[in-house]
């Protein structure tokens, strides 16, 4: 570890602390270093160096304001050599880049997610349909929400079963790609450079990069076709990439960028949705008494005889404070994505080098004993006794209220979508259900396991069983009145359906 670099686990030649560097949830082990080594700390990856910030005032500091230096992302050969650097999520700080974003903030305006409610809304109330008609399969209705509501406003193209051809292809593409960029799934050639000179035939690595580059290129640039087909036939209805298209020239955007444009919102933009709202069941069923309270503020503001809408959420605290919580408890990215430095920084006494990989610890903020009460707990009503949850008399910067949704010039470019999605299913479904454990053969509750997630960097939790009833007669019948009404709404992205969808 050379000097001015913030302190860290011991290290050994060449490797640094790469054998210690976690593979499963890594978030754990880098909470529990945090604790040892501080807010600040840093590890060494061969000749590189990775810093980790647990501290609310070094995050702001380096990654909000200083984010002209620290909005780079590290050197991913394999997801450059997959994409040709024109993935959003993970291509560097190039011009190429700057341009994606361009045009996705361009496009994806808090006025143009205002347009977007309609389709949202309406995807909102099949979820609560679907959930009606069969409560077990309620965790693939949500993944199927996310997907349909993120194709709809990118592709103007819904997808109304979960085992829709969509649906399997989107889930092959993603899973095959995520599984490609897992730690240790491929050679380190960001570590080791001349690993990529390996020829294609004793490098497997290189052959599974052309595998789901061509498995993302039929996925990506079928959609943007099937969108060029159905502007060709007249039918518009607004979506993401008939701005793009239509704006091409101006925006300096070729179709090759069009489609990894489209492609990697889409792929950014399902699975955290859904993660989110899965773990927001969860925690219901795990929580029945903030379940309780929610469904008396529920009943308190919005009754029986109508649903919620989202102007409704500002008589709601208890419903925003259960929305924060969730983030809190269970982020949907504990180490957010991994940023690097375009030059050197100095802060608080140390040094951060130019190309040192940044994680942001957000679990390890968010699950600190010593400003949270018992971080461990699900427990909304701490958002009610202190605006940002903390514990009375801890004073000291925090977080801005965007950080489930990353830092600076990264700043997830879907956000207004997202929290837009988050608010309209929180409230519906608590509007709706009650939900229950799951009861076991001798007849009692199974306690819920809110600790089993998956192990990758963006957990989920595993597939759970609960017990999810209508509150009340009345509000089924409405969600089926409501469905039917929808289907004005859904009419507009269904062009490009096959016939057994239409
Ligand atoms: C619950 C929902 C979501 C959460 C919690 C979330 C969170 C995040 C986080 C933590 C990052 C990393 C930011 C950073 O590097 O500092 C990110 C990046 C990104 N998100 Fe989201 N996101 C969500 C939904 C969405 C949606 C709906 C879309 C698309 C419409 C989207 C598109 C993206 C993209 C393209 C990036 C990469 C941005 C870049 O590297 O420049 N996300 N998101």
Redesign the pocket.
């Known amino acids: 570890r050379e000097r001015g670099l913030p302190p860290g686990p011991p290290t050994v030649p060449i490797l640094g602390n790469l054998h210690l560097f976690p593979t499963e949830s890594p978030y754990y082990k880098l909470t529990e270093w945090a604790r040892k080594y501080g807010g600040i700390y840093s590890l060494k990856v061969g000749a590189g160096t990775v810093v980790v910030l647990t501290d609310a005032a070094a995050v702001r500091e380096l990654?909000d304001r200083r984010s002209a230096t620290t909005a780079d992302?590290p050197p991913m050969h394999v997801a450059d050599r997959t994409t040709g650097g024109l993935h959003?999520?993970f291509?560097r700080s190039t011009q190429t880049?700057k341009t994606l974003?361009k045009t996705?903030a361009a496009v994806?305006t808090t006025q143009a997610s205002t347009r977007h409610l309609l389709i949202q809304h309406a995807e909102a109330t099949q979820l609560l349909h679907d959930i009606l008609h069969s409560p077990q399969s309620f965790y693939t209705d949500i993944q199927r929400y996310s997907v349909s509501v993120?194709l709809s406003?990118?592709f103007g193209k819904r997808v109304p079963r979960y085992d829709a051809p969509e649906i399997t292809t989107f889930f092959n593409t993603l899973h095959q790609w995520n599984g490609l960029l897992e730690l240790g799934a491929t050679p380190p050639v960001d570590i080791i450079p001349i690993l990529k000179f390996v020829p294609e035939r004793w490098a497997k690595w290189k052959r599974d990069c052309k595998r789901v580059r061509r498995l993302q290129r039929t996925l990506f640039f079928g959609l943007l076709e099937e969108t060029k087909e159905r502007l060709r036939v007249g039918e518009v209805n607004g979506c993401y990439m008939e701005e793009v298209l239509a704006r091409k020239v101006e925006l300096g955007m070729d179709d090759e960028m069009a489609g990894y444009s489209g492609g990697?919102?889409l792929e950014?933009?399902s699975e955290?949705?859904s993660?989110?709202l899965q773990s927001l069941v969860l925690a219901l069923v795990a929580y029945p008494d903030a379940q309780k309270k929610a469904h008396e503020e529920m009943d308190r503001v919005v009754g029986e005889h109508r649903m919620p809408t989202l102007d409704d959420l500002e008589h709601m605290p208890y419903i925003r404070a259960m929305i924060l919580e969730t983030h809190r408890f269970r982020p949907?990215?504990p180490l957010?994505?991994p940023?690097a430095t375009l030059a050197a920084e100095e802060y608080g006494g140390y040094t951060i080098p130019k190309g040192a990989t940044i994680f942001?610890n957000v679990w390890g903020i968010c699950h600190d004993p010593a400003l949270y009460d018992k971080p461990e707990e699900f427990i909304p009503d701490r958002y009610l006794l202190t605006e940002n949850g903390k514990k009375p008399g801890v004073h000291g910067s925090d977080l801005k209220p965007s950080f489930?949704?990353?830092?600076?010039?990264?700043?997830?470019?879907?956000?207004h979508?997202?929290q837009n999605?988050?608010n309209i299913n929180a409230m519906n479904l608590v509007w709706a259900f009650n939900f229950n454990p799951d009861i076991g053969a001798d007849g009692n509750p199974i306690p819920s396991d809110t600790g089993a997630y998956t192990k990758g960097a963006a957990p989920a939790p595993l597939p759970f069983k609960c017990q999810i009833t209508p509150r009340t007669p009345g509000k089924a019948k409405m969600i089926e009145r409501k469905f039917l009404e929808a289907a004005d709404t859904f009419s507009k992205f269904e062009a490009a359906l096959g016939s057994e969808d239409t």
Not at 405 to 410: H, N, S, T, V, Y
């Open positions: 990654m992302r959003m999520v291509a880049w974003r996705a994806l993120i406003i990118l990697a919102l950014a933009g955290t949705t993660n989110y949907v990215a957010a994505l940023h942001v489930p949704f990353g830092f600076g010039r990264r700043l997830c470019p879907g956000i979508l997202a999605s988050i």
